[in-house]
């Protein structure tokens, strides 16, 4: 089965330094991985889509300054959150999705999550 | 752009009953209508799910209805245990690349 992990699984980090998340599609080609934030409201943000082989698509209050994404392969790919600051704390999940057709017809397989303390 | 509502942002049941959340959605594009379950602490993972070719569609509990008119979806979860506490969230697709949650039904059910 498709499975998605995601490390690490927690982390703190001092206001103002980075720190960098991965993902990892084992079971499929992952050809999109979109990352999002849960709030500790609870409601998630579509911080950017990536796709294999296209530019990364970031969402409007996200940039690549802020939040580079690395996708270099069907299996892989890689989040930072740069200068991190208490508005930057949460939940961060990865989606990958596997290139079955249009990406609004497709599950999405999320990883365990990275959450993030700033401090 | 999409919106996508789940009015019931808590839902509580007695073990055994039926639960029903609710998801409405703007966009007649959405094509696929998805739920996840986020259990305390944890990530999301895929429940079930439905395409807009079909109004009704069941997987052992869980039974999906879409009323495209309405644009509305719902889960509905019968005999309902104390594992399926969790929140729930509606995913709609529109066949973009963009995917817009609800904000979530808590559901709580007690022994």
């Known amino acids: 089965g498709a499975l998605v992990y995601q490390y690490p699984r927690r982390t703190i980090c001092k206001s103002g330094t980075s720190m960098r998340m991965e993902c990892q599609a084992v079971g499929f080609q992952a050809t999109s991985v979109a990352w999002y934030r849960q709030s500790p409201q609870k409601t998630f943000e579509l911080i950017a889509l990536?796709?294999?082989?296209?530019?990364?698509?970031?969402e409007q209050n996200f940039t690549q300054e802020k939040f580079p994404i690395s996708h270099p392969n069907l299996s892989f790919s890689s989040m930072t959150v740069l200068n991190a600051y208490l508005e930057d704390r949460g939940l961060y999940l990865c989606?990958?999705?596997?290139?079955?057709?249009?990406?609004?017809?497709?599950?999405?397989?999320f990883g365990s999550g990275t959450r993030l303390t700033v401090l | 752009g999409e919106k996508v509502e789940q009015h019931e942002s808590t839902l509580s049941v007695r073990e055994g009953d039926s639960a029903v959340i609710n998801c409405t959605y703007t966009?007649?594009?959405?094509?696929?209508f998805p739920w996840y379950k986020q259990e305390a602490g944890k990530s999301l993972h895929f429940v079930i799910d439905i395409r807009s070719n079909v109004d009704r569609k069941q997987s052992q509990r869980l039974i999906v209805l879409l009323d495209k008119k309405a644009k509305r979806f719902s889960l509905h979860i019968t005999a309902t245990q104390p594992e399926d506490s969790a929140i729930y969230f509606c995913a709609p697709g529109t066949g973009g690349y963009k995917v817009v949650f609800g904000s979530g039904t808590r559901l709580l059910v007690s022994p």
């Open positions: 989606g990958a999705r596997r290139d079955w057709g249009e990406w609004g017809a497709e599950t999405l397989y």
């Open positions: 966009d007649t594009a959405s094509s696929y």
């Open positions: 990536s796709t294999v082989n296209s530019a990364i698509k970031y």
